[in-house]
């Protein structure tokens, strides 16, 4: 070997050619070998504009006419798509209704890449969630799911919440649905609708009693909904001159009180229960007469939060007369008739009184186990209490307070007082039946109480009380105490919103102090007798005081 | 052998020394980066023929390149594959030339070649955006997000990136303005710079050898220089036949994917801001840029560059692996370990 | 002097394979290229379109379809799509007594599509026809020299 010739360069340079010439290779094959330009010419690549911009398509490259595909390309495929006259597929094209990415050749991305799903392919039955792009809401024959969808929309009495164009009343409460279809498939539709908490733990939307195929009947009208819709031109939607048509709620076939009309007609029976009537989302309203002030009913409808903090009734707007005529049928016509349980033995049969009683009013919230966990329980912004497996709170709780709960209720709560419904005696009954079924200890059976330490005379310095109220308190209670701190979601009951003045105020400070100084059996709240001195103690209740007040200085 | 002069032979001298070539001393490192550039340009110019930066159309485009076009699929994985690859080698590069010490009197360069390293972020970043799916979208927000935590120059530089305060269709416009204009512009110029530099301070930097063997350059520097080139390019299509340039939906403001990640070389910064935000955005940042730009200055030690990890650097060479490794580590646990609301998920 | 010979080939058989190697390579990267440079005209916008139902036929005669660029030769039995688009500079023709005019720069067709007088120089092409549901398609992509007759079902009166 000469000198001065380093012939590894030469075998180095060889390899490196020889591994080009493979991986060139190996790409002009796997480039060429499968591509559809290999069989065809020519790619079809239709151009459509249905108003929202010129849209490009090579769907017909597997889908000759819009058939299926078969197998060979080239063949003439036997499943040809079906007559949908008076439309032509040829003039609408393929991507405004079947939705898919027209420009990918390719069957997975042509199809819709999983994800959020806004793009997957409609096919069959699901087609209808594309009508109402172009066609205006109503009766549409092959469309009927979509349409009864709408219906249900609003019988569920979603746009109380959910503002969508084209509704002109309308919350502000949940996010805005106008151009939901253009962001969500129809299967995260279906299943957010059915299960809202399953993505956002924190979602305060209730869980409607929907069979799977009705949420998907609400999803075909929602998938409708989408940012450039066909039905109307831009002029038109930003002139505010697209409406979706308004729909009696109300039974029909039955003379109805206008109070009761109202009921139905402003959705309050999509959630709450009257008479036979359930929503299964919200209180009972039968005998709400009875149970609560006329004021306290007009003032809950102008702003359900201040009555009950965190309540997640949103503001129904109506005109000022609906609501006179709606507060005077509920004060004077929603009250408990004389014979309660005369009219619930008819119903119930043999069952105890109590049992009765207990079933018809405390049910819905308390459960018929008594845990606390009953149906409507999820949407309540308090947890009511519960029963069953916590007798160590209920050997706490003096009877007569007990008592004082049924009769009068607990304020800045959803639990209401039944004085006017239940004689004592069967207030009697109804705890006696508590007791026995699901507490489980004796009504004498009661804790001494450990002594708290005594209220010190100096004051507290808040700025030690703040930062000790941080440390402690704010993870479950929040920083501002409005019981949505980080782990408030880990803990069910959930931890108690500190703010609720009318919870707080007629409550005497022992009772704050007691709950801090050995904690609350029965849910999250540990005792805190140990890490805090007498002045540290009195110091969080008045921190608590102040925070309660917070919402009076507003 | 007689051969008309042509333009590379300026860049070169015209004998080497036999260590020059010996495949430890550069490991090929600065051309294969070259070859990935020269990869960029014409994969880029193959793409800019075909897609249009506008909000409505640029994913489809993307999926008529990758989908319709013969070729069109091996292009884009090629654009994306040596963009990924040249910021690796880049940065290896770099790490070669700290570890061996050879910014030692060729400081002019040293800065050239971070020059070009931050351009290289810079168009990886822009070009990042321009498919318009919800990954790119959304990377991109975070990313631009960590550069407004950089007090005063951050929000300037956000501002200048995205168009805005927020990704829309002003930053999809600037994106490809920046990443098919100014920026390949600017990495022409300064590769050329640093070509330039390289033979102006004599080849690359070898310690001191009186009488060491020389080599003609042509063919033997010429037919090595060849052999990385194609080596790169051949390695570059073979993955590119492997690896799939993502694409996922089409970009949607209103549905962040949990967890949104940056970049995945800026993935580092955003585990470190997930701790502290002074030092994940502010202080990271600028001790990088100092260490890099001061280190040479600083480096008072006597070997001459060079040389494979000279026993007198050895605390400059501890501390650069060090921060190399850290940075690895972070961005191995933010690319992941991280799952929805950045929580630690455990692969096992 | 044979093993000078021999090594003398040897290597120009290796140069040979090197610059092979190398031209291969680089061609085939070339080709790629131009390959994908090339391609945006792979694409036709021309697809299977109805243009009228069978019913709505003239039982003889053309009938212009100006929008879609096709005119229907429609004879007792039969009939042929024919281009409606000037081969000169791609006007729409009109349908005349003697054939096809065109009114931009006067070219005249004859009946088939032949042609009478200039600028054009080319006749009109034929299009690719089927009947699917008693409608008439017509795909406008393929342009043939001789014209497709299909046969005509016509209820009652007139068989194929």
């Known amino acids: 070997m000469a000198a001065g010739k380093p012939d590894w360069i030469n075998v180095f340079y060889g390899m490196a050619i020889c591994l080009l010439l493979v991986s060139l290779g190996a790409a002009v094959y796997f480039s060429v070998a499968h591509h559809p330009l290999n069989d065809h010419s020519s790619i079809p690549d239709l151009t459509i504009n249905l108003g929202a911009g010129p849209v490009r398509e090579h769907c017909t490259y597997c889908h000759p006419e819009g058939s299926r595909p078969s197998p060979d390309l080239d063949q003439r495929s036997l499943s040809e798509h079906p007559d949908i006259s008076p439309h032509q597929w040829e003039k609408l094209g393929c991507t405004g209704c079947h939705l898919g990415e027209g420009?990918?050749?390719?069957?997975?991305?042509?199809?819709?890449?999983?994800?959020?799903?806004?793009?997957?392919?409609?096919?069959?039955?699901?087609?209808?969630?594309?009508?109402?792009?172009?066609?205006?809401?109503?009766?549409?024959?092959?469309?009927?799911?979509?349409?009864?969808?709408?219906?249900?929309?609003?019988?569920?009495?979603?746009?109380?919440?959910?503002?969508?164009?084209?509704?002109?009343?309308?919350?502000?409460?949940g996010p805005d649905l106008s151009h939901i279809g253009s962001l969500l498939g129809l299967d995260l539709l279906q299943q957010e609708i059915r299960d809202p908490k399953a993505d956002l733990p924190n979602s305060i939307m209730p869980r409607f009693p929907l069979s799977k195929s009705r949420a998907r009947e609400i999803a075909y009208f929602l998938k409708s909904r989408v940012k450039q819709p066909y039905y109307a031109t831009p002029m038109q939607i930003q002139a505010g001159q697209i409406k979706l048509p308004a729909i009696s709620l109300a039974p029909k076939g039955r003379e109805l009180a206008e109070g009761e009309r109202l009921l139905f007609e402003r959705q309050c029976l999509a959630c709450h229960q009257f008479r036979e009537v359930n929503g299964r989302i919200a209180p009972d309203l039968s005998f709400i007469g009875s149970q609560r002030q006329r004021s306290y009913l007009e003032g809950f409808l102008d702003n359900p939060a201040?009555?009950?903090?965190?309540?997640?009734?949103?503001?129904?707007?109506?005109?000022?007369?609906?609501?006179?005529?709606?507060?005077?049928?509920?004060?004077?016509?929603?009250?408990?008739?004389?014979?309660?349980?005369?009219?619930?033995?008819?119903?119930?049969?043999?069952?105890?009184?109590a049992k009765q009683l207990f079933m018809r009013l405390c049910q819905a919230c308390h459960a018929a186990e008594g845990n606390g966990l009953g149906p409507i329980q999820p949407n309540l912004a308090n947890f009511p209490r519960a029963f069953a497996g916590n007798a160590d709170f209920f050997r706490r709780i003096q009877p007569k307070r007990l008592l004082a709960s049924i009769e009068k209720g607990i304020p800045?709560?959803?639990?209401?007082?039944?004085?006017?419904?239940?004689?004592?005696?069967?207030?009697?009954?109804?705890?006696?039946?508590?007791?026995?079924?699901?507490?489980?200890?004796?009504?004498?059976?009661?804790?001494?109480?450990?002594?708290?330490?005594?209220?010190?005379?100096?004051?507290?310095?808040?700025?030690?009380?703040?930062?000790?109220?941080?440390?402690?308190?704010?993870?479950c209670h929040g920083d501002r105490g409005n019981g949505k701190g980080t782990e408030a979601l880990q803990?069910?009951?959930?931890?108690?919103?500190?703010?609720?003045?009318?919870?707080?105020?007629?409550?005497?400070?022992?009772?704050?102090?007691?709950?801090?100084?050995?904690?609350?059996?029965?849910?999250?709240?540990?005792?805190?007798?140990?890490?805090?001195?007498?002045?540290?103690?009195?110091?969080?209740?008045?921190?608590?005081?102040?925070?309660?007040?917070?919402?009076?200085?507003? | 052998m007689s051969r008309t002069r042509n333009f590379f032979d300026h860049l070169h001298v015209s004998q080497v020394r036999s260590r020059v070539l010996h495949p430890l001393t550069s490991l090929g490192l600065g051309i294969a980066s070259l070859t990935c550039l020269a990869t960029l340009f014409v994969t880029g110019f193959t793409l800019f023929l075909y897609y249009v930066p506008d909000q409505a159309q640029a994913y489809e485009r993307i999926l008529h390149i990758s989908t319709t076009l013969r070729f069109g699929r091996l292009i884009r994985n090629l654009h994306y594959l040596s963009a990924n690859g040249l910021l690796i080698l880049a940065f290896l590069h770099m790490s070669r030339i700290f570890f061996m010490g050879s910014y030692k009197r060729r400081y002019l360069n040293w800065v050239y070649g971070l020059t070009l390293l931050v351009l290289i972020l810079f168009a990886n970043f822009t070009g990042y955006l321009l498919p318009w799916d919800q990954i790119s979208y959304w990377a991109i927000k975070v990313g631009a997000s960590l550069a407004g935590y950089f007090p005063l120059l951050g929000e300037t530089l956000q501002t200048f990136l995205l168009g805005g305060q927020d990704v829309g269709p002003e930053t999809l416009a600037r994106s490809f303005a920046l990443h098919a204009g100014i920026l390949p512009f600017l990495l022409l110029v300064f590769t050329s710079l640093h070509l330039w530099r390289i033979r102006k301070d004599g080849g690359l930097a070898l310690p001191e050898a009186a009488d060491e063997e020389r080599i003609p350059t042509i063919p033997w520097l010429y037919r090595s220089e060849a052999a990385v080139a194609m080596l790169t390019?051949?390695?570059?299509?073979?993955?590119?036949?492997?690896?799939?340039?993502?694409?996922?939906?089409?970009?949607?403001?209103?549905?962040?994917?949990?967890?949104?990640?940056?970049?995945?070389?800026?993935?580092?910064?955003?585990?470190?801001?997930?701790?502290?935000?002074?030092?994940?955005?502010?202080l990271m940042p600028l001790f990088w840029a100092a260490f890099l730009l001061l280190a040479p200055r600083l480096d008072r030690s006597r070997s001459c560059g060079g040389r494979w990890f000279a026993k007198d650097r050895w605390h400059w060479n501890l501390a650069f692996a060090l921060l190399l490794i850290s940075q690895l580590v972070l961005i191995y646990i933010g690319l992941y370990l991280r799952g929805p609301n950045w929580q630690l998920v455990l692969p096992f | 002097m044979?093993?000078?010979?021999?090594?003398?080939?040897?290597?120009?058989?290796?140069?040979?394979?090197?610059?092979?190697?190398?031209?291969?390579?680089?061609?085939?990267?070339?080709?790629?290229?131009?390959?994908?440079?090339?391609?945006?005209?792979?694409?036709?916008?021309?697809?299977?379109?109805?243009?009228?139902?069978?019913?709505?036929?003239?039982?003889?005669?053309?009938?212009?379809?100006?929008?879609?660029?096709?005119?229907?030769?429609?004879?007792?039995?039969?009939?042929?799509?024919?281009?409606?688009?000037?081969?000169?500079?791609?006007?729409?023709?009109?349908?005349?007594?003697?054939?096809?005019?065109?009114?931009?720069?006067?070219?005249?067709?004859?009946?088939?599509?032949?042609?009478?007088?200039?600028?054009?120089?080319?006749?009109?092409?034929?299009?690719?026809?089927?009947i699917n549901r008693g409608k008439i398609w017509v795909q406008s992509e393929a342009q043939q020299d001789a014209p497709i007759w299909i046969a005509l079902e016509r209820n009652g009166r007139g068989t194929a």
């Open chain 1, 103 to 173: 420009m990918a050749l390719d069957v997975e991305i042509s199809h819709g890449l999983p994800g959020l799903g806004a793009r997957q392919v409609l096919s069959g039955r699901d087609l209808q969630a594309s009508c109402f792009q172009c066609h205006p809401v109503g009766p549409l024959p092959g469309a009927k799911k979509a349409w009864k969808g709408y219906q249900r929309f609003l019988a569920k009495g979603c746009n109380t919440c959910h503002h969508i164009s084209g509704l002109g009343r309308g919350g502000r409460y």
């Open chain 1, 306 to 353: 201040r009555y009950i903090p965190g309540a997640v009734m949103p503001q129904v707007p109506m005109i000022a007369e609906e609501k006179t005529t709606l507060v005077n049928y509920l004060s004077t016509q929603a009250v408990a008739p004389e014979n309660l349980s005369q009219m619930l033995a008819k119903k119930m049969g043999q069952e105890e009184p």
């Open chain 1, 491 to 554: 803990h069910l009951p959930r931890p108690r919103n500190l703010t609720n003045h009318l919870y707080f105020t007629p409550l005497p400070d022992e009772r704050i102090a007691r709950a801090i100084y050995s904690g609350i059996p029965g849910t999250a709240m540990p005792a805190h007798a140990e890490q805090l001195s007498a002045g540290q103690l009195w110091g969080l209740v008045g921190k608590i005081r102040q925070l309660s007040r917070g919402n009076d200085a507003d």
């Open chain 3, 2 to 130: 044979p093993t000078e010979t021999k090594t003398e080939r040897r290597s120009f058989l290796k140069r040979i394979l090197l610059l092979g190697g190398l031209t291969i390579s680089w061609g085939g990267i070339a080709a790629i290229l131009a390959d994908v440079w090339l391609a945006a005209g792979l694409f036709s916008s021309a697809h299977w379109r109805s243009l009228v139902t069978q019913e709505e036929l003239l039982s003889e005669g053309v009938l212009p379809f100006p929008e879609q660029g096709v005119a229907l030769l429609v004879q007792k039995d039969r009939i042929a799509a024919l281009s409606l688009e000037c081969t000169h500079l791609g006007c729409r023709l009109n349908v005349v007594d003697e054939g096809f005019f065109c009114p931009c720069h006067g070219s005249e067709f004859g009946p088939r599509g032949e042609v009478y007088t200039g600028p054009a120089n080319r006749s009109l092409p034929w299009h690719d026809i089927k």
């Open chain 2, 233 to 282: 390019l051949a390695t570059l299509i073979a993955l590119a036949l492997l690896i799939d340039a993502p694409i996922f939906e089409r970009a949607d403001p209103a549905h962040p994917p949990n967890p949104a990640k940056a970049p995945w070389y800026f993935v580092g910064f955003q585990e470190l801001v997930s701790y502290s935000a002074v030092i994940g955005g502010i």
């Open chain 1, 412 to 475: 800045g709560t959803s639990m209401p007082g039944y004085e006017k419904i239940l004689s004592p005696q069967q207030r009697q009954q109804v705890m006696d039946l508590i007791f026995a079924a699901f507490i489980g200890i004796g009504q004498d059976d009661k804790a001494k109480p450990e002594e708290l330490p005594r209220k010190p005379v100096q004051a507290f310095i808040p700025q030690d009380i703040d930062s000790l109220f941080t440390d402690l308190c704010s993870r």
